[in-house]
């Protein structure tokens, strides 16, 4: 079973940044692609970006290249979603997931962080 602890989140004014970070333990975690998801109040969750732990392919949603970036650091298990230019619409619960799958028409994982609240003030 993955374990996934995602740290990072906060408050930050609009225009600031913040870096999360999820480290991975547990099953065959090296072995997935790795993601993160946001949800913010009332809307449904939203993929933003994904990054292999063997490969120096990722990607960003296209509306937050630019602003969002994904990395991972293979010797501390950890990967992380850097943030900057943030806006009031970032606003959102930020999820690390383990295994991304597309399914139905949406992306999915299989193994999900707890969630790390970021809230953008004006």
């Known amino acids: 079973q993955v374990q996934l602890v995602e740290a990072g989140g906060g408050l930050v004014q609009a225009g600031g940044s913040l870096r999360l970070s999820c480290v991975a333990s547990?099953?065959?975690?090296?072995?997935?692609?790795m993601a993160w998801f946001r949800q913010a109040p009332g809307k449904d969750r939203e993929f933003i970006a994904s990054i292999r732990w063997s490969s120096t392919n990722s990607y960003i949603k296209d509306s937050l290249k630019g602003r969002f970036a994904i990395s991972r650091d293979n010797a501390k298990n950890t990967i992380y979603l850097s943030m900057n230019t943030l806006k009031l619409e970032d606003t959102a619960i930020y999820y690390c997931?383990?295994?991304?799958?597309?399914?139905?028409?949406?992306?999915?994982?299989?193994?999900w962080g707890q969630g790390t609240q970021v809230t953008v003030s004006s």
């Open positions: 547990g099953g065959t975690f090296s072995s997935y692609v």
């Open positions: 997931a383990a295994d991304l799958v597309y399914n139905r028409g949406r992306y999915d994982a299989t193994f």
